[in-house]
């Protein structure tokens, strides 16, 4: 469905470190002209999911927006001002 490069994959598990009881990370489409995700960590899925295992990580997309990350790689960029974010390129 989608790659990771080693900045997302390194970013994602630093902070898993910190969510211990919780196993899956939602992606999301933040609801701008940019191709920004939004991030969750849960510790379920929900019936509309999608779950995709990749590199011993566990992640879940609703349905409806599966088509976001097809063929896209999943990257962390910290931008100027420090903000971390992760984009679909």
Same mark, same amino acid.
């Given at each position: 469905?989608?790659? &990771? ?9 630093? +902070? #898993?470190? @910190? *969510?211990? /009881?919780? =196993?899956?990370?939602? &992606? ?9 995700? +939004? #991030?969750? @960590? *849960?510790? /379920?899925? =929900? ?17 409806? *927006? ?24």
């Amino acid at each position: 469905m989608f790659t &990771l490069t080693e900045n997302a994959k390194s970013e994602l598990q630093n +902070r #898993l470190k @910190f *969510e211990h /009881s919780k =196993q899956f990370i939602r &992606l999301q489409m933040r609801k701008s002209c940019f191709m920004k995700v +939004r #991030l969750r @960590f *849960e510790d /379920s899925i =929900q019936p509309n999911d999608y779950q995709i295992k990749m590199n011993n990580l566990h992640f879940i997309i609703d349905n409806g *927006e599966c088509h976001y990350f097809n063929d896209k790689t999943l990257d962390f960029i910290p931008d100027i001002t420090g903000f971390k974010q992760f984009e679909i390129i």
